[in-house]
């Protein structure tokens, strides 16, 4: 099965500040990505699909980018309700995969 | 409002079974295929099994294969997701997620059950 490796495994930034996170997968899954958010207690929400598509009613300051194995979220600038878990997802191939998850907390 | 609302979970003793139910309400059921997602305690997420929107095609992890069983019945708006021989390792929050359209990506979730294996 193909493995996403997400990092930094923990990111500490105030609000406002640019968030880059990343998700590297074992081999080649062309443009077949997805971001999640995910907040304590709730269920994770789509944020992200085929890389750089962002989800209905996602707020542009989300953005995706990458291919192939290297994919990148970037948070243009923190605001307070973006402190939370973030997924990538493959679906190039079955099974779909997770990566184990990259953590945005407050300064 | 389109919804997800899933049923079914509780505590079971290893090796019994369980059945999830999920409801669907606020969009045509028939036209999506339906994911079961489960994450575990203070874990990341895992896929679990998919079901195609004409129900004729399924696939499953690895960790589930033989032993659960994903189905729908389009007349109910239901998605089920039987669980055979469970394992302490099953224990986990299940969530139904309705795809986005053409897509294996989780577009609506549903608000999870959870499932406890026990003794």
């Known amino acids: 099965e193909i493995v996403l490796t997400q990092s930094p495994a923990t990111l500490s930034l105030s609000p406002g500040e640019r968030a880059t996170l990343s998700c590297r997968a074992s081999?080649?899954?062309?443009?077949?990505l997805a971001w999640y958010q995910q907040k304590p207690g709730q269920a994770p929400r789509l944020l992200i699909y085929?890389?750089?598509n962002r989800a209905t009613g996602i707020p542009a300051r989300f953005s995706g980018s990458g291919s192939g194995t290297d994919f990148t979220l970037t948070i243009s600038s923190l605001e307070p309700e973006d402190f939370a878990v973030y997924y990538c997802?493959?679906?190039?191939?079955?099974?779909?995969?997770f990566g184990g998850g990259s953590r945005v907390d407050l300064k | 409002q389109v919804q997800l609302v899933e049923s079914g979970g509780g505590v079971v003793q290893p090796g019994r079974s369980l059945r999830l139910s999920c409801i669907a309400s606020?969009?045509?059921?028939?036209?999506?295929?339906m994911h079961w997602v489960r994450q575990t305690p203070g874990k990341g997420l895992e896929w679990v099994a998919v079901?195609?929107?004409?129900?004729?095609?399924?696939f499953y992890g690895d960790s589930v294969r033989g032993r659960f069983t994903i189905s729908r019945d389009d007349s109910k708006n239901a998605l089920y997701l039987q669980m055979d021989s469970l394992r302490s390792e099953d224990t986990a929050v299940y969530y139904c997620?309705?795809?986005?359209?053409?897509?294996?990506?989780?577009?609506?979730w549903g608000q999870g059950a959870t499932v406890t294996v026990s003794s």
């Open positions: 085929d890389a750089s």
């Open positions: 997620t309705r795809e986005l359209y053409g897509k294996s990506n989780m577009e609506v």
């Open positions: 079901i195609s929107y004409d129900g004729r095609n399924k």
């Open positions: 606020g969009f045509t059921f028939s036209r999506y295929g």
């Open positions: 081999q080649t899954i062309n443009k077949y």
């Open positions: 997802q493959q679906r190039n191939d079955w099974p779909v995969t």
